[in-house]
RNA sequence: GGGAUUGUAACUCAGUUGGCUAGAGUGCAGCAUUCACAUUGCUGAAGUCAGGGGUUCGAAUCCCUUCAAUCCCACCA
């Protein structure tokens, strides 16, 4: 087959991802006895397309996937989708209400199926674009959050929470999204400074601030720090009457340290149903407390005339009311303060009193390594005992922080997308009520009795999510056998027993919370294993200005297929993989996606080189034969290249990794091996040494390694079938490594002379050595030189920076306008020189550091001397002409 | 307010427990060219390792401090 001159990534890449798939490359085959290597995916969000993190998380896992295929193991990479429920179901109401309707306008059902054709249809997209950029997972093993096992698994998970009363239903203050009507966990309210009026108020003889004057109307308590010395003569409990927005008021002093003595006048009302603060206040000092705006945003009766008017009508109603009170004592138009959002949907957020579930994350009763703990003491545990392992260590420490802080969980969503809590509820006659919590409908419908109804509300999606490492590797057969209790179905399931605990999660930083510590929570409790070993936390993506890229900035977004279209998925996968070291954020950058391409171009055409003076009889025989001492240094270079690839990636060290095989082929391979190899063609081992290039590149650049690897080698295997193979060195290869890196010197020296004396057709000459006889016709090659003759005694220039003595033919007067920048030189020596001699004649630098580092720093001293010496010798030498 | 990270060439970044003359990619300058590759080759210029102090025989690396940037957590009624 002839090859193109240029690598065409576009005309390969689908031919062969196809040719992976058809050979089942990607799946996990746990009947056979190799040692394991699993990890779960973590499932993108059905929201749409993938994004260049999206690439970034899914590049990484497919080097660990593939260089663990490399390494003989088994490996399980298990993909997935998420359901997503509330992105996605802020989505859905999105559309919805650009068609002018709203959810409750279609009901529940016709929502429902709405949803899941836009999902269908986005994980279809996205599962494909994974397959464009090469990602390699067990395509046979896909899963999804909101199936049928994960259903079950989520009710096995809430009934057992439950009956060990880690789940309860209460009322507490939750972040309330009044857009979306639905509660929202603390890790996804972010906040957002906003200027607006802090209104200075008259309260009877009080001052107090606001910024919300329309949640002030149930104002029945107010609050004073018991130490401000100003108000020393009101006391807690003393009632006062003042005039208020509505009339005639009766309120309560409390003395509470909560009360900033530095802000305003140090003197608050509460509004505990509508702040975390004022509400812990309230619970505090056994106060009463009551709604003032409905969970649609909108002002209750006890508001009087403004009741039913959402906030921003009413408050500039209830300002001009104030004022024409004369209650508004001074107004400050410049303040800024934070305002809670929802992430997800940008509402803001009313923080409300409901009825809620929740985790407790307090109750010791989880047993763990026969300890009762309680879920903050496992989240401990594992990571301070390193049954899990944190890269890179220093995000423990945000970790630890977190989980110290951690408060209960609020599970229950009041959307309609997503798991369904497994609660049902039935009255008496007499309208008590019965809860019902389990895996399946109750079905006794004694008489009496109201039908169940289920609890309308969903189950946040990180309830699911935690649960993603072990309801993957269920068997979704044994699932549906409700007979079969969770214990059984867990030693029952094959791919568990086999892959869990999971070796490695590879994820954002960004979502330790919501997701790496929730899933440490839920699995050690369901199946008293941690759900992996290690957790790598990737950076983030960002633009080349240094920004995050975001939907909201459109023009900072990357497509990856435009990416992948234009220069390869090979190109783009390193393109990103280039900048990473664990945790460290990373900018997104064309120049390297360009570079990368280039290097699938130089692998390429290395290969067409090969190809072209390859005769197809001869068959590579892997024993690394070699014929010179050029081939001697190849193999002694590719034995210490495969084995520094596969320490970095043992490491998660991947651009490291990369680089170094970047460097490698690049510089030493092609640009000496190949080179000498036009001269001095050695089939076998030019086969060999390429075989083993693909290998380590594989990881990286699949498509292009394996279309060289299905061009050369196609009476074989697949290339991502393959195992990595030791590379044996004798002792004495060194040796002639060595004296190559010695010819080495001399060639890129006598390049240098030449050009800088601008010098053309020049003849070498050398003292006789056999190093430099054998190699003459590469030397004379590689250094353009007119020729290369042994001599006794030399003439001309003589090189400095080879142990070879030899000597360039070069005309005196073009060697003397360089001399200026050859004295620079010289001075450079004496210096290096002297700081050398400091250091050795430093008694406490030769007494205390290691003797090996003296020696070699006398050896060094030593051959600076001597190149200053000869550099000397030659510069007067030509001076005097 | 509490915490984390970052600061190295013009740009983007490597630099593993302190130890060769601090390295790449891109860009820049010069030269080359039918012979695998212009998505090329060769050669080169370019750095006060943010500033200051300390520990050490030795610091880009460890400690303290100042400055600058980014981010997380907690919050102001």
Redesign the pocket.
């Known amino acids: 087959m002839k090859l193109d001159?240029?690598?065409n990534a576009n005309q390969f890449e689908p031919l062969i991802y196809a040719l992976w798939e058809k050979n089942l490359v990607f799946k996990a085959k746990p009947e056979n006895k190799k040692e394991r290597f699993s990890m779960v995916m973590p499932p993108p969000n059905e929201t749409g397309t993938l994004g260049v993190h999206h690439v970034l998380f899914l590049t990484i896992q497919d080097i660990l996937a593939r260089y663990n295929r490399l390494n003989n193991r088994d490996v399980l990479w298990l993909p997935g989708t998420d359901h997503a429920a509330l992105a996605v179901n802020a989505l859905i109401e999105k559309q919805l209400s650009k068609e002018g309707l709203s959810k409750h306008d279609i009901g529940r059902q016709a929502f429902l199926e709405r949803t899941q054709e836009f999902v269908a249809n986005s994980r279809g997209n996205m599962l494909n674009q994974m397959r464009s950029i090469g990602a390699g997972p067990d395509w046979t093993r896909l899963r999804y959050t909101l199936e049928d096992t994960s259903v079950r698994v989520v009710n096995e998970t809430f009934l057992a929470m439950y009956q060990k009363e880690l789940i309860y239903r209460g009322d507490r203050i939750v972040n309330w999204d009044p857009v979306l009507e639905t509660t929202v966990s603390?890790?996804e309210v972010?906040?957002r400074e906003e200027q607006t009026t802090l209104y200075y108020l008259q309260l009877g003889p009080f001052e107090i601030?606001?910024?919300?004057p329309e949640t002030k109307f149930g104002d029945k308590y107010i609050v004073i720090n018991p130490k401000d010395q100003r108000y020393k003569d009101y006391k807690e409990g003393q009632e006062i009457e003042v005039d208020w927005i509505n009339g005639k008021t009766k309120l309560t002093i409390i003395k509470d340290e909560?009360?900033?003595l530095n802000?305003?006048s140090?003197v608050?009302t509460i509004t505990p149903w509508h702040?975390?603060?004022d509400y812990e206040i309230a619970k505090r000092h056994d106060l009463t407390y009551e709604q003032v705006i409905d969970f649609h945003g909108k002002l209750l009766p006890i508001a009087g005339e403004f009741a039913g008017e959402t906030i921003a009508q009413a408050r500039p109603k209830i300002i001009e009311k104030l004022r024409s009170k004369k209650l508004i004592i001074r107004e400050d138009k410049n303040y800024k303060?934070?305002v809670a959002i929802n992430s997800r949907s940008d509402a803001l957020i009313e923080p409300q009193i409901r009825l809620q579930w929740f985790v407790d994350v307090n109750k010791k009763v989880i047993d763990w390594h026969h300890q009762l703990l309680s879920f903050k003491e496992v989240l401990q545990t594992v990571v301070k005992d390193h049954e899990i392992d944190i890269i890179p260590k220093?995000f423990e420490?945000?970790y630890f922080?977190?989980v110290d802080?951690l408060r209960d969980w609020c599970i229950s969503r009041q959307i309609w997308w997503g798991h369904r809590i497994p609660v049902w509820y039935r009255t008496d006659m007499d309208q008590k009520q019965e809860i019902y919590v389990g895996l399946q409908p109750p079905i006794d419908d004694r008489e009496g009795y109201n039908e169940w109804q289920q609890d309308p509300d969903t189950l946040d999606t990180w309830f699911s999510s935690a649960l993603w490492t072990f309801s993957t590797l269920i068997d979704p057969a044994l699932a549906e056998n409700y007979q079969l209790d969770f214990r059984d179905l867990l030693n029952k399931s094959q791919d568990f027993i086999t892959y869990h605990p999971t070796s490695i999660l590879v994820t954002g930083w960004d979502i330790i919370f919501f997701w790496v510590a929730r899933m440490i929570l839920a699995t050690t409790f369901m199946t008293g294993q941690v759900p992996f070993k290690s957790v790598y936390l990737h950076g983030l993506v960002r633009s080349i200005d240094?920004k995050?890229m975001s939907k909201s900035r459109p023009e900072s977004l990357v497509d990856p297929l435009d990416v992948v279209k234009q220069y390869g998925a090979d190109a783009l996968r390193m393109g990103i993989i280039m900048?990473v070291?664990p945790g460290?954020d990373?900018?997104y950058?064309e120049?390297?996606v360009?570079?990368s391409?280039?290097f699938?171009?130089?692998l390429w055409?290395?290969s067409?080189?090969i190809e072209?003076v390859s005769d197809d009889t001869i068959r590579p025989d892997h024993q690394f034969k070699t014929n010179n001492l050029v081939d001697r240094w190849l193999v002694v270079r590719l034995s210490q290249v495969q084995t520094m690839v596969l320490d970095y990636l043992d490491h998660y060290r991947f651009?490291?990794a990369y680089?170094l095989i970047y460097?490698f082929v690049?510089n030493d391979y092609?640009?000496w091996y190949?080179?000498t190899a036009?001269l001095n063609l050695n089939q076998t081992l030019l086969k060999d040494s390429l075989r083993i290039i693909l290998k380590l590149v594989h990881p990286f650049m699949p498509f292009v390694s394996e279309s060289i690897w299905q061009v050369l080698f196609e009476n074989q295997d697949l290339l991502a079938q393959q195992v990595f193979e030791p590379i044996k060195i004798n002792q004495d290869y060194l040796s002639d490594a060595e004296q190559f890196n010695q010819v080495r010197s001399l060639i890129?020296e006598a390049?240098?002379v030449l050009?800088?004396t601008d010098s053309r057709g020049i003849t070498l000459y050398y003292k006789k050595s056999a190093v430099v006889s054998e190699l003459n016709p590469i030397i004379k090659r590689l250094a353009k030189l007119k020729d290369c003759i042994e001599v006794d005694d030399g003439e001309g220039w003589r090189l400095i920076n080879t142990k070879f003595d030899c000597w360039l033919d070069i005309d005196p007067a073009s060697i003397k306008k360089h001399l200026t920048s050859l004295k620079n030189q010289f001075d450079q020596y004496q210096q290096?020189i002297e700081?050398?001699q400091s250091r050795l004649d430093?008694v406490?630098?030769v007494s205390?550091?290691?003797k090996q580092?003296v020696d070699?720093t006398k050896l060094?001293l030593q051959e600076?001397s001597n190149k200053r010496e000869d550099l000397k010798q030659e510069i007067t030498r030509f001076s005097r002409n």
């Not at 601030?209 to 919300?212: A, L």
């Open positions: 001159k240029n690598y603390d890790d972010t906040y601030t606001t910024v919300r909560a009360v900033d802000f305003g140090g608050m702040s975390l603060i303060h934070q220093r420490k945000t922080n977190w802080n240094g995050k900048g070291s460290n990373l900018v950058s120049e390297r360009r570079s391409r280039n699938c171009n130089k055409n290395i067409r080189f072209n651009a490291e680089d460097k690049w092609a640009d190949i080179e036009k890129v390049r240098e050009q800088k290096d700081k050398l430093n406490n630098y205390k550091a290691p580092l070699q060094q600076l």
